[in-house]
């Protein structure tokens, strides 16, 4: 049989399984989306039928493969509390979940001044209950008569990985992605962490992803067919993940990751965690990489953006391709100046907090819900192919906005990954407003699942990530001349930072 590394890669939509060889070309996939379970109206991660389908794969996996070792990646923000059972004692809700202004007020007058959690900890200011400290909060609240049956509470990579050893551990990747919960300048629990009350209940010394978090549990080997041997990795967050493969194959030149998917995350490896002082408040931050170093970071909703417009518009021309890239198109449009389309419709104010999702003509507006809802749209919009190249300026104009607050300068590579690198008019337009910087799409599909199986390969055969043999098969992209870009840029961000009336 083939010796094979198998990868769970937990994305907030899809679900996988990946097993890749000794080569780190993937052998195989299999994916599954979970509905959400509501409880007490709330939108709940499906631990239980999640758990369920990993180990069926698993074993079926173990019937053609020799795996040997596992290692989990996993979207941020989520956490789940243990019982003395082992088995999670509080429902596990979204983090896209919003309390409301009075829980984001009330948390930051008992946990400290956001300013001030931002310097500390590295990690911007977000909505919902994207920063994990909220979710804790908002959990022991929502479910107090649950919380005091909680044993542990473990980060969600490593939720998975104690379900499967029986250990419990904490990664550095994960605790270092803007939960409040980590100082990253000191390595140790923030003074967030310890005011609630989290020593003893979460592991307060947080490790390499490639550390061996134990090997599978009898019951995890019976339930699998996988052998007692198999061991299990420390588990990473998957924007950690995502930079690994980039970090294997760049060494020491400089490059920013442009990971693109439901979240869009800017990422570029730095010297330093800290701020200037014009940058607190705002929505930049430090991830920590799996080798311990600073990543400057930005993210907004991209996916979710492109996935609220392109259906409308679908839905306005009963159609559902995507007209191919026009470079003609776009220089009438970006020449002409006066048709502008704003974010906002994936309720994401990260970046923009003034925006409201609305396309500009000339000097009038139209609403997101006035047009979703078929009431008015602009005349750019009775144009399919105009209408959709609107919608992937404004994604590269955000991009670029997350790019300048993530660092990348001018010399570095940019290599985008995920679901826009397939989009050649989204990556065309990107290389062209970034005319010092090399623009490159990763030739694999899933930069975040290979990265983890490099994390477990490190594991398995204790070598480094020097050690590691890889071609990520890059890319480059072509640069057109797009007169007028600049003039176009500054009249967008003109128009998003300005406030409109509700």
């Not at 069926?56 to 979207?75: F, N």
């Not at 250990?167 to 939960?179: L, N, V």
């Not at 390969?457 to 797009?482: G, N, Q, S, T």
Request: glycine letters at 8%; charged letters at 25%; aromatic letters at 12%.
């Amino acid at each position: 049989m083939i010796k094979a590394i198998a990868v769970i890669d937990i994305g907030m939509t899809n679900k996988k399984i990946a097993l890749y060889d000794e080569d780190l070309s993937q052998l195989d996939a299999e994916y599954r989306v979970f509905v959400p379970k509501i409880v007490d109206g709330l939108e709940t991660h499906n631990l239980e039928a999640m758990e369920e389908w990993f180990l069926d794969r698993l074993a079926a996996s173990a019937r053609k493969y020799k795996i040997d070792a596992i290692t989990v990646s996993a979207h941020g923000a989520t956490f789940v509390y243990v019982g003395a059972d082992g088995k999670p004692a509080l429902p596990c809700v979204y983090y896209t979940h919003e309390p409301g202004g009075d829980f984001h007020e009330r948390f930051y007058a008992a946990f400290g001044d956001a300013r001030d959690l931002q310097r500390e900890t590295c990690a911007a200011r977000f909505g919902a209950l994207i920063n994990s400290a909220k979710g804790i909060y908002f959990a022991r609240q929502r479910f107090p008569n649950e919380y005091e049956k909680a044993a542990l509470v473990l980060n969600y990579p490593q939720y998975w990985g104690y379900r499967l050893t029986g250990r419990a551990g904490s990664d550095c990747t994960y605790m270092g992605c803007h939960t409040y919960l980590w100082d990253q300048k000191r390595q140790g629990f923030s003074s967030v962490a310890q005011a609630l009350g989290l020593s003893g209940l979460m592991p307060e010394k947080a490790q390499s992803p490639w550390t061996a978090l134990g090997k599978i549990t009898a019951e995890a080997a019976e339930k699998t067919g996988l052998g007692a041997d198999t061991i299990v990795t420390l588990g990473i967050h998957d924007s950690g993940a995502a930079m690994i493969p980039h970090f294997a194959f760049s060494r020491e030149r400089g490059f920013t990751l442009n990971s693109t998917g439901t979240w869009c995350v800017t990422m570029t490896p730095a010297r330093d965690y800290g701020f200037g002082e014009e940058e607190i408040g705002k929505p930049v931050f430090f991830n920590t990489s799996a080798f311990d170093m600073p990543v400057k970071t930005a993210i907004f909703m991209g996916g979710l953006e492109m996935e609220a417009w392109s259906k409308a518009l679908m839905a306005r021309h009963k159609r559902e391709d995507f007209p191919p890239y026009d470079a003609a198109l776009f220089r009438e449009i970006i020449a002409g100046a006066d048709c502008f389309l704003l974010p906002g419709a994936a309720a994401d104010g990260a970046l923009f907090p003034a925006s409201k999702a609305r396309v500009v003509e000339g000097r009038r507006a139209w609403s997101f819900e006035e047009i979703s809802r078929g009431a008015g749209a602009p005349p750019c919009f009775d144009d399919y192919a105009r209408a959709f190249a609107l919608l992937r300026l404004s994604l590269v104009m955000q991009t670029l906005v997350a790019l300048e607050i993530s660092g990348l300068k001018g010399g570095d590579d940019l290599i985008t990954e995920g679901g826009f690198r397939r989009d050649d008019a989204y990556n065309r337009l990107l290389s062209s407003a970034l005319p010092e910087c090399r623009a490159f799409l990763i030739g694999v599909t899933e930069a975040s699942a290979l990265g983890a199986a490099i994390v477990a390969k490190m594991a398995a055969r204790a070598i480094k990530i020097e050690e590691i043999k890889l071609d990520p098969k890059y890319r480059e992209v072509e640069k057109d001349e797009f007169p007028g870009l600049a003039n176009y840029r500054a009249a967008w961000m003109e128009l998003v930072n300005s406030p409109v009336a509700n």
